[in-house]
């Protein structure tokens, strides 16, 4: 044989070999339930849509999400006062966790209050934080406090909200960051508390209050109906104190 039919006989053996080679694995994967389906085989027949992005959000939380793809997630787990009725042409609000749209009412001098009735039948997603509040709890009911919790959080200096300007419309949003970030400034004992309690410390939000449970007041210094649609936006989503204690 000469010494071109022996490098041809080799080069076909070594291609022999990987197409063999090449069997194997992909018979080890079938053997071993490989496939393109994304579902875990742990969890047959739930109901989860699977997405790709190009970068990961910088933030999911609904007091700084303010980007694209942060939307996409927090769209569709976030909950708010107000939503879009897509199906209408111009746009409309319609309420979602509130039971109707607000009431409004305009003051003598000049200020307006937005009165929101909280729906009855929510409660937060199970979660660990919530043992906070008792032992073994793993939920508990969404109240009017806990929107008027996540609106003291897009006043606080910390956060760092990007929607700080059009909530400033609030009575007392300014004044409580200020005194919020004088107090932390003076005190280090105070800056060290929980977010919660240094809120209810400083006072709270004067146009931000809860005259009951399910009931929550937000009083602007002046009129500002663009407020309504900041409040069918992810920014206002009740926040529970619990899982910023826990998780912060």
Same mark, same amino acid.
């Given at each position: 044989m000469e010494r071109?039919?022996?490098?041809?006989?080799?080069?076909?053996?070594r291609r022999r070999t990987r197409v063999l080679v090449a069997l194997v694995v992909l018979a080890t994967l079938y053997a071993a339930g490989c496939s393109n389906d994304p579902y875990p085989p742990e969890a047959p027949g739930e109901k989860v849509l699977y997405g790709a992005f190009e970068e990961a959000p910088r933030s999911l939380d609904p007091a700084t999400a303010y980007d694209t793809r942060a939307h996409a997630i927090t769209g569709a787990v976030y909950a708010t006062l107000?939503?879009?009725? +897509?199906?209408?042409?111009?746009?409309?609000?319609?309420?979602?966790?509130?039971?109707?749209?607000?009431?409004?009412?305009?003051?003598?001098?000049?200020?307006?209050?937005?009165?929101?009735?909280?729906?009855?039948? =929510?409660?937060?997603?199970?979660?660990?934080?919530?043992? =906070?509040?008792?032992?073994?709890?793993?939920?508990?009911?969404?109240l009017a406090a806990d929107v008027a919790f996540q609106i003291a959080r897009l006043a606080d200096?910390?956060?760092?909200?990007?929607?700080?300007?059009? +909530?400033? #419309?609030?009575?007392?949003?300014?004044?409580?960051?200020?005194?919020?970030?004088?107090?932390?400034?003076?005190?280090?004992? +105070?800056?060290?508390?929980?977010? #919660?309690?240094q809120y209810a410390a400083v006072g709270g939000i004067?146009?931000?209050?809860?005259?009951?449970?399910?009931? =929550?007041?937000?009083? =602007?210094?002046?009129?500002?109906?663009?407020?309504l649609y900041w409040l069918a936006m992810e920014f206002s989503t009740p926040v529970p104190w619990e899982a910023i204690a826990f998780y912060d």
């Open positions: 071109g039919d022996v490098a041809g006989t080799k080069g076909r053996g107000l939503e879009y009725h +897509f199906l209408k042409r111009p746009l409309e609000l319609m309420p979602s966790l509130a039971v109707a749209m607000p009431e409004e009412r305009a003051l003598a001098d000049g200020r307006v209050v937005y009165r929101f009735e909280l729906r009855r039948d =929510l409660l937060f997603a199970d979660d660990a934080c919530f043992e =906070l509040g008792g032992a073994g709890r793993r939920t508990r009911e969404i200096p910390k956060v760092g909200s990007p929607v700080v300007e059009p +909530f400033s #419309h609030i009575e007392g949003f300014s004044d409580f960051a200020a005194a919020l970030a004088a107090r932390r400034e003076s005190d280090a004992a +105070f800056a060290a508390r929980p977010v #919660h309690e004067r146009g931000a209050r809860t005259p009951s449970s399910h009931v =929550l007041e937000i009083v =602007l210094d002046k009129p500002y109906p663009q407020i």
